[in-house]
């Protein structure tokens, strides 16, 4: 609880670049890989997982005195699973061309560490202001990598960024980028770029 | 309170909740799903068949089969069935249109397949060909079917039964015409049997 | 379809960490050794075999019957937590070397998307009892060849020089995706 002291907008902020849930703690990999060959399948996935951690750190940190500490990850991961369900539906039914792009990895938000990882360490501990601020910028951290890796594969892969050209006929789009190397390529390549800032941000 | 008897209380109502929640949210989304299924699945059929005004559904041999009917007409217009087999990579599946008579292709559509993104996916659309996106499906529309369908690689098809492969996606191109070719062969058969 | 072929697609051409991006964490975090990813990569095999069979069971005969397929992901996780804690206190007594060499890696494998991707896998695809357990051991047979190369590769790694940036994750990354690439090649065989 050493902490309580520092504000709220450091809270926020932490998750995006400080505390990044992929650049800096590696964790929600797998969709961060599986669904940026676009930029629009990115942004979709980051606001689906940024409503499902909201939704959970919310009931969560009003549980947190509740719910007994031996069964506690039975108790997040069906609470977890019960918001990934909504979003899952809602957008089968509202939003089906996304859903459809996204597939099988809709339903595996619930096994995001991201999701799991900040109900273990910051929900269960906080109260429900902070715990919102917390998810806010932790899912903000995960829109913002999904968001950079899916234009990055789109630039490259389709010429375009949001379906608009953005690459001239000239352009011959390396088809590699939108298949799994790209994604395992970029994703190293970011890593790197983001541990290299870091270490020059301290430096100075 | 005891402590497991809390335990098993506590999960029990988040999991009571958990079901309460969804089953509400199951009546609110499903018809949506349903819809969307639905209108899909017209779609595609009425791709893959001349015009026709209502459709008739019917189980033949495994297959679910969509006999085009104009009003005031008992002769269909065409047969429309989806039919599956693995490509390159993975399953295909194709919804394919044929006249009555079983002779030649009305239009084909695929619906699902995981080919090699700017390879084996031009067997939907082929954005390097600018002047017509759907030109492999497109080809099969009006290719007779006896006494199978060919495919040609790197020449300009002449007989009515042939179509030309993608370059570079030749094991693609094949897998489209051998899963036409089994199975409407297949149904054929038991199709004229019924009828 | 035919039940080897559905092995080696499920084992190599779509490798689940390679081409579904399923059990990344672990492949980034415990490929360091090459034991320790054998260890790892038996037990996800060993629990993915069974989770196969269970899901399947649960989804055909619970969830279709009574129409509640909605409760299908919050089942799921369940039945894969409790069956990674069965496994658990089951290996536990009954092999005490076995244990000391995958115990630890138990618990991290309730969170492991190779998993519930699994389970999630088969219901789309409509597999029938016996295909949804090929698949389950053959997806596990992936996973493990991933993880070994990963690993053997990895310890190699240690002794060259690699700007410090991309030490850990980045190289990582990178290798897997030269991994996949070659993976790629694979595709023709089915």
Same mark, same amino acid.
């Given at each position: ?204 | ?195 | ?28 975090? %415990?490929?360091?050794?090459? $034991?320790? #990813?054998? @260890? &790892?990569?038996?037990? /996800? ?5 069974? !989770?196969? =069979? ?68 088969? %219901?789309?695809?409509?597999? $029938?009892? #016996?295909? @949804? &357990?090929?698949?389950? /051991? ?5 996973? !493990?060849? =991933? ?44």
């Amino acid at each position: 609880m050493a902490k309580k002291s520092i504000s709220l907008s450091k809270e926020f902020l932490k998750g995006l670049w400080d505390e990044n849930p992929v650049l800096r703690m590696l964790l929600g990999l797998c969709p961060t890989l599986a669904v940026t060959n676009s930029a629009i399948n990115g942004l979709a996935m980051g606001l689906a997982t940024t409503f499902v951690l909201l939704s959970s750190s919310v009931i969560i940190s009003l549980l947190r005195k509740v719910i007994p500490h031996q069964v506690r990850i039975a108790g997040y991961i069906v609470i977890i699973a019960t918001f990934v369900t909504v979003a899952d539906r809602y957008m089968a039914a509202f939003l089906p061309e996304i859903s459809k792009a996204l597939g099988p990895y809709v339903p595996l938000i619930v096994v995001n560490c991201v999701i799991l990882g900040r109900q273990e360490a910051f929900a269960s501990k906080n109260g429900v202001g902070r715990s919102i601020i917390d998810a806010l910028g932790m899912g903000s951290g995960f829109i913002l990598v999904l968001l950079v890796l899916g234009s990055i594969r789109e630039l490259f892969g389709s010429a375009t960024i949001f379906n608009l050209q953005i690459l001239g006929d000239w352009f011959n789009p390396w088809m590699i980028m939108i298949l799994p190397p790209g994604a395992f390529l970029t994703l190293g390549l970011l890593i790197g770029l983001g541990n290299w800032l870091n270490e020059r941000k301290v430096k100075i | 309170m005891n402590k497991t008897a809390k335990m098993v209380i506590v999960l029990t109502v988040i999991t009571a909740l958990s079901g309460a929640i969804l089953s509400t949210w199951d009546g609110v989304t499903k018809p949506k799903i349903e819809y969307h299924k639905l209108q899909a699945l017209k779609a595609a059929i009425s791709d893959v068949l001349p015009p026709y005004d209502n459709y008739e559904e019917k189980d033949i041999n495994g297959y679910k089969v969509y006999i085009g009917k104009i009003d005031g007409s008992t002769q269909p217009v065409g047969i429309a069935f989806k039919v599956e087999g693995s490509g390159f990579q993975g399953n295909i599946s194709i919804m394919v249109g044929v006249d009555p008579s079983f002779t030649s292709i009305t239009g084909i559509k695929v619906l699902e397949q995981i080919e090699t993104p700017g390879l084996g996916t031009k067997i939907v659309e082929d954005p390097s060909n600018k002047s017509n996106i759907f030109w492999f499906p497109e080809q099969f529309t009006d290719v007779v079917i006896e006494p199978e369908i060919v495919v040609l690689k790197n020449k300009i098809p002449q007989k009515p039964n042939e179509v030309q492969a993608i370059s570079g996606a030749t094991i693609s191109s094949k897998a489209v015409v051998r899963i036409l070719n089994d199975n409407i062969q297949n149904l054929k058969e038991s199709y004229k049997s019924v009828n | 379809m035919n039940l080897l072929l559905l092995f080696i697609s499920a084992a190599i051409v779509n490798n689940f960490v390679l081409t579904y991006f399923l059990g990344i964490c672990p492949f980034v975090g %415990v490929s360091k050794r090459i $034991s320790s #990813a054998v @260890s &790892m990569g038996l037990a /996800v095999m060993f629990v993915m075999t069974i !989770t196969a =069979a269970v899901t399947w069971l649960i989804y055909h005969l619970l969830l279709v019957p009574y129409h509640i397929e909605i409760l299908e992901y919050v089942s799921f996780i369940l039945v894969i937590a409790s069956l990674v804690q069965l496994v658990e206190m089951f290996i536990k007594k009954v092999s005490k070397p076995l244990y000391d060499t995958l115990g630890i890696y138990l618990p991290l494998i309730t969170t492991n998307c190779a998993i519930l991707g699994l389970a999630l896998f088969s %219901v789309l695809r409509e597999y $029938s009892f #016996a295909e @949804s &357990m090929v698949f389950g /051991v053959g997806a596990g047979a992936g996973f !493990t060849l =991933a993880l070994v190369i990963m690993a053997g590769i990895r310890e190699e790694l240690e002794l060259s020089n690699i700007p410090k940036p991309f030490r850990g994750a980045g190289i990582t990354m990178i290798v897997a995706g030269s991994l996949a690439l070659a993976f790629m090649g694979f595709a023709g065989l089915i």
